[in-house]
């Protein structure tokens, strides 16, 4: 599935390395976007062969580029910034994320400023948490 034409303009991520299919709501306090994880991503053959399953360092990552993306559309972060992750924090494995999974991310900014990004999130398979941290990005080159 092609990614939704807003969201590479809203993120410099680019395959195999963008997990936001689409933001849904985005508002200063809080942003919800989703992605499915399909068959062919680039991690499963390895991760594991015979039981693939996302590894929690891309569901980490799925949720700050849903966090970034939310804040490119609401005007906060420019077009050209560059967001790093600094820290990760509070981070909880609760379920596994598989093949096919829609995954909703639901994302708390709990701090920003022109260089630097605190946000908290929650990753879902349904209605049931998959993941949830809270990260610091540095914007910049």
């Known amino acids: 599935m ?5 969201i590479v303009e809203l993120l410099p991520h680019r395959k195999p390395f963008l997990f936001v299919d689409e933001v849904v709501e985005a508002s200063e ?16 053959p390895g991760h594991f062969p015979g039981y693939p399953v996302v590894p929690g360092v891309i569901l980490i990552e799925t949720m700050a580029q849903s966090g970034g993306a939310g804040l490119r559309k609401l005007g ?9 992750l600094a820290t990760v924090d509070k981070v909880k494995f609760r379920r596994q994320v598989r093949p096919g999974d829609e995954t909703r991310m639901e994302i708390e900014n709990l701090r920003v400023s022109a260089k630097m990004i605190k946000q908290a999130g929650k990753l879902y398979v349904g209605d049931e948490i998959a993941a949830e941290a809270e990260w610091m990005c540095l914007v910049g080159a």
């Open 2 to 6: 092609d990614k939704h034409p807003e």
């Open 29 to 44: 306090k809080r942003i919800v976007a989703r992605h499915i994880f399909n068959s062919d991503e680039f991690f499963f």
């Open 76 to 84: 906060i972060l420019s077009g050209d910034a560059l967001f790093f």
